[in-house]
């Protein structure tokens, strides 16, 4: 079963870049049909898409965070990531990590991490 | 503002049959699947449903779903204490080319 953990810095400054880890277990990040995720909560708020890797390496991403965002996959350390540039406050969110097949949804989910930016 | 629409709150009483609804357009909903999350503050979110209707295992079958145009609907039957959780729909948006979210009910079980 796969398990999904979240890793990263907890406060960033503004204008600098937001790096997260996502580290898997259960299974190789290189198992056919997964797409790999984040999505993140503001404060107070709901839901939101950032983005997607799939399984053969293609990304998509949240039109209104597109560009700033980039997902990559470490096959080696069975990892995938979130480099977020140029955060503002507005960035400040918990992130999540999560997997899925095409169509079954994400299922599962890390835990999260919050990430406040701020000087 | 969400691009799927859900109303904020929903509430019932023990035992009670409760639906949220999630209100998309042509470009979501009408034409891709819908899925559903349960999400307890500080915990993460759980799917509920997926393919507009189908369970993970291991969810109760007091979760349902269901998809009819434009719209779709979750609704819990045998309401239980447990149950009291935020809940969002989702689905793939063809125009923005990406996943969206509803804003979100926030389910009281009185």
């Known amino acids: 079963q796969v398990q999904l953990q979240e890793s990263g810095p907890g406060l960033v400054k503004p204008s600098q870049t937001l790096s997260l880890t996502c580290t898997v277990s259960?299974?190789?990040?290189?198992?056919?049909?997964?797409?790999w995720s984040w999505i993140r909560q503001h404060p107070g708020k709901g839901l939101e898409w950032v983005g997607c890797?799939?399984?053969?390496?293609?990304?998509y991403y949240n039109p209104s965070l597109k560009s700033r965002v980039t997902i990559s996959v470490d096959t080696s350390k069975n990892q995938f990531s979130l480099r977020l540039s140029s955060v503002t406050a507005a960035d400040t969110a918990v992130y999540y990590c999560?997997?899925?097949?095409?169509?079954?949804?994400?299922?599962?989910w890390g835990q999260g991490t919050l990430v406040t930016v701020s000087s | 503002q969400s691009v799927l629409t859900q109303p904020p709150s929903a509430s019932g009483t023990p035992g009670q049959r409760v639906t949220i609804s999630c209100s998309g357009s042509s470009s979501n909903i009408a034409n891709n699947y819908v899925y559903w999350y349960q999400h307890l503050p500080g915990t993460a979110p759980k799917l509920l449903i997926y393919r507009n209707n189908q369970r993970p295992s291991g969810v109760p079958d007091r979760f349902s779903g269901s998809k009819s145009g434009t719209s779709a609907s979750l609704a819990i039957s045998g309401l239980r204490s447990e149950d009291e959780a935020d809940y969002y729909c989702?689905?793939?948006?063809?125009?923005?080319?990406?996943?969206?979210f509803g804003g979100g009910t926030k389910l009281t079980v009185l």
């Open positions: 999560a997997s899925g097949r095409a169509a079954d949804g994400f299922d599962p």
């Open positions: 259960g299974d190789s990040i290189n198992s056919g049909g997964y797409y």
């Open positions: 890797i799939s399984y053969s390496g293609s990304t």
């Open positions: 989702a689905a793939w948006d063809d125009s923005l080319s990406g996943r969206v």
